[in-house]
């Protein structure tokens, strides 16, 4: 079956600009999760999706980012006035369920880039 | 807090030879579950192996084996009959209980298969 699809693959922007960056989860995975991965380094928690509601955004890292997730399938990682320190590898995974042994499948993220 | 911790920043290993990927890890939380991700050049997080706290027997997915050490509070992934296309980086991740929604990672190790 099709696994996590993330889009755009890539995207250019310059400073202050505003971004979305969409995931579309496994069918039928209920959880939904984002990660933020830095050039060199192991990918950072932003925040989980259990259905529609945000269960833990503790790894937003401040009020420009936010998330959602309407319908409980397809999510939108949304950053206002966007700064050079923001350019990464965006990941999104899904899971069945949550659990400490539900395996998170990774989509193949967007590279962000702010100019 | 959890922590992983991977020493080794590279690995190198001639094809077809065995190679040991450490991971240490640090949690309070008497449940969770370790997971070792691969990512090609391509960027792609792929799940290779899981372990859980509580199993009593080391996990195996075909070449890949996980050594549980869970006094020492390790979970070394082993490879066995390396090949070209396991040239990658390769993260050690865990989840607990206590908060079910994130992944931790490790640094990460880049292993590099010569022929």
């Known amino acids: 079956g099709a696994g996590v699809s993330q889009t755009p693959s890539n995207k250019v922007t310059e400073k202050g600009k505003y971004v979305e960056l969409r995931c579309d989860p496994i069918s039928g995975h209920t959880a939904l999760y984002w990660y933020r991965q830095s050039l060199g380094q192991g990918p950072e928690f932003l925040i989980y999706?259990?259905?529609?509601?945000?269960?833990?955004d503790s790894g937003l890292p401040n009020d420009r980012f936010f998330a959602v997730r309407p319908e409980g399938s397809v999510s939108t990682l949304k950053i206002q006035r966007t700064e050079r320190g923001d350019s990464a590898v965006y990941l999104c995974?899904?899971?069945?369920?949550?659990?400490?042994?539900?395996?998170?499948?990774f989509g193949p993220g967007t590279r962000l880039l702010v100019l | 807090a959890q922590k992983i911790t991977q020493t080794q920043p590279g690995m190198f290993v001639q094809e077809k030879e065995a190679v040991t990927l450490d991971c240490t890890y640090d949690?309070?939380?008497?449940?969770?579950?370790l997971f070792w991700y691969k990512q090609p050049s391509s960027g792609e997080m792929i799940f290779l192996i899981y372990?859980?706290?509580?199993?009593?027997q080391n996990a195996t997915e075909g070449r890949y084996s996980l050594n549980f050490q869970k006094a020492r509070k390790s979970a070394n992934l082993v490879i066995s009959a390396s090949q070209l296309g396991d040239s990658a980086m390769y993260f050690c991740?865990?989840?607990?209980?206590?908060?079910?929604?994130?992944?931790?990672f490790g640094q990460g190790t880049i292993l590099t298969v010569h022929p």
């Open positions: 372990q859980g706290s509580y199993d009593q």
């Open positions: 995974a899904s899971s069945l369920i949550s659990g400490e042994q539900e395996t998170q499948y």
């Open positions: 991740a865990m989840r607990v209980v206590s908060s079910y929604g994130k992944l931790t």
């Open positions: 949690t309070s939380d008497p449940s969770y579950g």
């Open positions: 999706f259990q259905g529609t509601g945000a269960a833990d």
